[in-house]
């Protein structure tokens, strides 16, 4: 009897035939795939399900596809000179504007528009970082790997590194295995450089690929 009350749908219950009973259970199938597929298509082109982020959207997306509000204003314009650029993006960046304060830095530590000085590259790299930008921890790891602009630490260079590479930067993710490859400023691991390559690797890092092809 509790087997019966279990299973409500029994043949004996309340269809003449198992073959009935089994020609139910398809048309009640058929009918919730339609209907499961009307709504997806619904919620799809209402626009309320986006289908065509990746799983690394959140991470990925303000590195290769920023806003076009922040296109317009922080890249540098087709008949604009260094200079000019320079002096459009620094007022941004002290306003706080992160992207600029990027692109401050880097024209700091390449003297694009102003004299070099790397260690006024450091204090926007470092602004930018501590906001929370990917590029910014990048570029500070990459400096403090190789003492441009501060005092070489290697330390704190493979851990800015890490930052960047657990958020899904595959730049630093490359970084980071190299770091583990060489033991820089963390302890010699094989096993650990090879997931970080495997991972930069797959989001299509292209020194990544290359250093897995020769191991």
């Not at 499961?36 to 959207?57: D, F, H, N, Q």
């Not at 260094?82 to 706080?96: M, S």
């Not at 024209?107 to 102003?114: I, L």
Request: aromatic share 12%.
């Amino acid at each position: 009897m509790t087997f019966r009350r279990a299973t409500r749908d029994a043949p004996s219950d309340r269809f003449p035939s198992a073959k009935a009973f089994a020609s139910s259970i398809r048309h009640r199938y058929r009918s919730t795939i339609i209907f499961s597929a009307v709504i997806a298509a619904i919620v799809i082109t209402a626009g309320l399900y986006p289908v065509w982020k990746p799983p690394l959207a959140d991470y990925l997306r303000p590195l290769l596809n920023p806003p076009e509000k922040v296109l317009g204003v922080i890249s540098q314009k087709e008949n604009e000179n260094d200079v000019d650029y320079f002096n459009r993006i620094k007022p941004l960046a002290e306003n706080g504007n992160v992207e600029a304060e990027i692109a401050l830095a880097e024209a700091y530590f390449y003297g694009r528009g102003v004299v070099e000085d790397r260690q006024e590259a450091i204090k926007w790299y470092t602004k930018a970082a501590e906001a929370g930008d990917l590029s910014a921890m990048n570029g500070l790891a990459y400096s403090y790997l190789h003492g441009f602009g501060v005092e070489k630490d290697p330390f704190a260079g493979f851990n800015w590194a890490l930052k960047a590479a657990e958020r899904g930067h595959h730049p630093s993710q490359t970084m980071v295995a190299e770091c583990y490859l060489d033991g820089i400023g963390v302890e010699k691991n094989i096993e650990r450089a090879e997931t970080w390559l495997y991972r930069a690797a797959r989001l299509g890092n292209k020194r990544a690929q290359m250093l897995l092809r020769t191991r």
